[in-house]
């Protein structure tokens, strides 16, 4: 297919392909004459990758660059690949972690609960990873606002996020094609977060309804 059809197949306009190809995120097409470039059904793919993580992942180019450097890497296990890919995805803190000495002692005691978190679960996670910082500033966060008892029920989350976890893998794993598991794990991961964040708010609706609301029934 010529680059005009590639472009009204993958709503990716011309320019824009032209220029994943210069930074090396597209493979040129195969030349037909000095002009003149075909494309195939993997370019269609490729190009669905990556407004995949730009659009729904939210990375920049350069980090796009760095996860299809992984998809091209044969070699790379599959599950070391789907890490890397997912750790891109999570939010990285290097600004202040809070008000001063205090809030600095906070986030030191918030990591080493969520060292003792990875621990007590067997996680094959390492406790300084992307995702384990931001567990630890999000309960930091907590304390700081006076809600350092929420903790309490961390354990129940990660009961939650166990299942959640087996089910994002057991769909991923439905898929053969490494740019397709990729794609799962960055749309999952961010559309998944969103899907699990509504239904929370509505089993918090239903909960709070039965344990505050005198047992009727209420809708929002």
Not at 144 to 168: C, K, M, P, Q, T
Request: net charge negative; hydrophobic share 45%; proline share 3%.
């Amino acid at each position: 297919m010529r680059i005009g059809e590639l472009s009204r197949r993958t709503g990716v306009s011309v320019p824009t392909i032209k220029f994943y190809v210069r930074e090396g995120l597209l493979p040129a097409g195969r030349l037909t004459s000095p002009n003149q470039a075909a494309y195939e059904e993997t370019h269609v793919r490729r190009l669905r990758l990556i407004r995949a993580l730009i659009d729904v992942g939210g990375l920049s180019v350069a980090a796009v660059g760095e996860v299809i450097a992984a998809v091209d890497d044969h070699e790379r296990p599959v599950h070391r690949l789907l890490g890397e890919a997912a750790e891109r995805l999570v939010p990285r803190y290097g600004g202040e972690s809070g008000a001063g000495e205090e809030g600095e002692g906070a986030l030191v005691a918030a990591r080493e609960r969520v060292g003792e978190l990875i621990r007590e679960r067997e996680w094959r996670c390492h406790p300084g990873s992307p995702a384990a910082e931001a567990l630890a500033v999000a309960l930091a966060a907590l304390e700081s606002v006076g809600h350092e008892r929420f903790g309490e029920v961390l354990g129940a989350y990660a009961d939650a996020a166990e299942r959640v976890a087996r089910a994002d893998l057991e769909y991923v794993a439905r898929h053969v094609a490494r740019e397709e598991l990729v794609e799962s794990v960055a749309v999952g991961t961010v559309l998944g977060d969103a899907l699990f964040g509504a239904l929370r708010r509505l089993a918090q609706i239903d909960a709070s309804s039965r344990l505050f609301g005198g047992g009727k029934k209420r809708a929002e």
